[in-house]
């Protein structure tokens, strides 16, 4: 007969278990599930993808943008975004770097005209469009900060937010460095870009990359030796935003100035 | 276990009592009534991309208009347009897929539509074709001119472009952009030759230039060329003399 330091020959995880359950009672009000589950699996997120299992990554030839927001349409046509020009799941941002050293960046509006009256204006160095979107981060900060659980990591990286638990607390669109979420007003939930989950699980492109004209999104398994999202990573110099925060995003930019943030 | 209470004094009896009736029922409701899906995080997920899955996608995709529009889709196959998606300016159409009699995607005609993506536009990469839609062919729909599943820049002969190269520019953002050079001059080989002593031909009668503006003009290119009567316009003069051909300017 196994030792056990217990009466009755329970096991240490069978008691410790108990016991979390039972303060897990006292201490969660709404949350009750949630917090002890969570932990564990929290140490799992940003692990390299076993061999065979798709680990989603998205590449942007910032070269290639020619800000024509084809993407911001298609993305709120194809997820239900509102559509008011503050809530986009994706969005192009023009950057304008002026002889004087500094930088402006202002996102674009959709079906709005270009302005062409930068063309005559002397002090700007140079301009372009950067495409941004919600990097599915390998070690997303939006899934450590989130009280219920409700945003979380799927098997091939991509980050989702459970809509049916979101309480709306907004902490992971702080935690956000990418800026990447907002509070959809109808659900009251977090809501942002899912790399078209339901459209990807089924062998489809995101809607952003079906329709941008000039390839300037690319999308695939970086699993797949042969997809082209392999490709764009072997063939360009990939950077991705705020390396530095190590959140291991998984939008790699080709082309990208040294400006942008 | 009435033995076991008498060891203590009785309020702490009474509250030991309580605590256990406590976590009775908290144990209860924890175990019987909270449902498993609330207290398992995994299966929380795993509902939550089951949900995400099915939820309906509304573009179909460039392969799905392929398969009936066979025709259209070689066409673009080879042209300038063959890295669009036929979505990027139809819209979404999964729903034409499954009902394709009566639901239609749209067919984008108004004059803003293209310059979204060809207006000139200092922040869009260098040698992206763009057009300055306030003076390239003002208030003609784009489609008038570029066959917009295999468009091509109108193009002038390099033969004549060598030489004449400002009224190639000229003409390729004028109402005249579609018409060939020999449209209007005939052109002797000689010419490219001994340029000076062997000149192409020049329209010499207004009913040249009335086989298109006449009011009676058939020409198919010239549908939506404005008319005038020629019995009443300007009599006494050949067109050119009063309107650039290459670039001619009309009150529309
Ligand atoms: S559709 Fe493509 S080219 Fe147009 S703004 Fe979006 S990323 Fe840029
Ligand atoms: S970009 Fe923001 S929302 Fe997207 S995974 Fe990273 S932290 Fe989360």
């Not at chain 1, 942007?60 to 046509?77: F, H, L, T, W, Y």
């Amino acid at each position: 007969m196994p030792l056990s330091p217990f009466a009755g020959g329970g096991t240490v995880n069978g008691r410790r278990t108990f016991l979390r359950g039972f303060f897990s009672v006292l201490l969660s009000g709404g949350a009750i599930g949630g917090i002890l589950k969570i932990l564990p699996s929290k140490a799992d997120a940003g692990e390299a993808p076993p061999k065979g299992q798709n680990w989603y990554g998205f590449g942007v030839s910032v070269d290639k943008c020619i800000g024509c927001a084809r993407c911001m349409e298609a993305c709120k046509s194809e997820n239900n975004v509102p559509r008011e020009p503050f809530f986009f799941r994706t969005w192009v941002e023009r950057y304008i770097l002026r002889k004087n050293g500094t930088t402006t960046v202002k996102a674009i509006a959709p079906n709005v005209e270009p302005s062409p009256e930068t063309a005559s204006d002397k002090s700007i160095l140079r301009s372009f469009f950067v495409p941004k979107l919600c990097n599915q981060c390998a070690s997303p900060p939006c899934v450590q900060v989130c009280p219920v659980g409700a945003t979380f990591q799927t098997k091939d990286g991509v980050v989702l937010v459970n809509e049916n638990t979101c309480i709306g607390c907004r902490y992971c669109i702080q935690a956000c460095p990418y800026g990447a979420r907002y509070l959809h007003p109808g659900t009251r939930t977090a809501d942002k870009c899912t790399f078209c989950y339901h459209r990807i699980s089924h062998g489809l492109l995101p809607a952003c990359v079906e329709v941008c004209p000039t390839q300037a999104r690319v999308f695939g398994d970086l699993n797949a030796a042969a997809s082209p999202m392999s490709r764009f990573l072997r063939m360009n110099k990939i950077h991705v935003l705020k390396p530095g925060l190590n959140t291991e995003p998984k939008v790699y930019y080709a082309s990208l100035d040294g400006e942008v943030r | 276990m009435g033995k076991f209470f008498e060891r203590f004094p009785d309020p702490l009896a009474r509250l030991i009592v309580v605590f256990l009736a406590m976590l009775v029922v908290g144990l209860f409701v924890v175990i019987v009534l909270i449902p498993k899906p609330m207290k398992d995080v995994q299966m929380q997920w795993a509902d939550a991309v089951k949900r995400e899955q099915a939820r309906p996608v509304k573009y179909a995709g460039f392969r799905s208009c392929g398969e009936c529009h066979d025709a259209l889709y070689e066409t673009k196959k080879t042209g300038y347009h063959r890295d669009l998606s036929c979505e990027t300016c139809h819209g979404p159409a999964k729903g034409h897929t499954e009902d394709p009699d009566n639901v239609k995607p749209v067919i984008p005609v108004e004059r803003a539509f293209c310059p979204q993506c060809h207006a000139y536009d200092p922040s869009r990469p260098r040698g992206f074709p763009m057009i300055n839609p306030v003076v390239h062919n003002p208030l003609k729909s784009c489609a008038s001119c570029h066959n917009p599943h295999d468009p091509k820049p109108p193009t002038t002969p390099r033969e004549c472009s060598a030489c004449h190269g400002e009224i190639a520019r000229t003409k390729a953002v004028s109402h005249h952009v579609q018409l060939e050079c020999t449209t209007c001059h005939k052109t002797p080989q000689q010419h490219k030759v001994s340029p000076r002593a062997v000149k192409p031909t020049k329209p010499q009668t207004r009913e040249f230039c009335g086989k298109c503006h006449g009011k009676e003009g058939k020409d198919r290119m010239a549908k939506n060329a404005p008319k005038i009567d020629l019995a009443e316009h300007g009599e006494k003069y050949v067109c050119w003399q009063c309107h650039y051909p290459h670039s001619p300017e009309v009150e529309q």
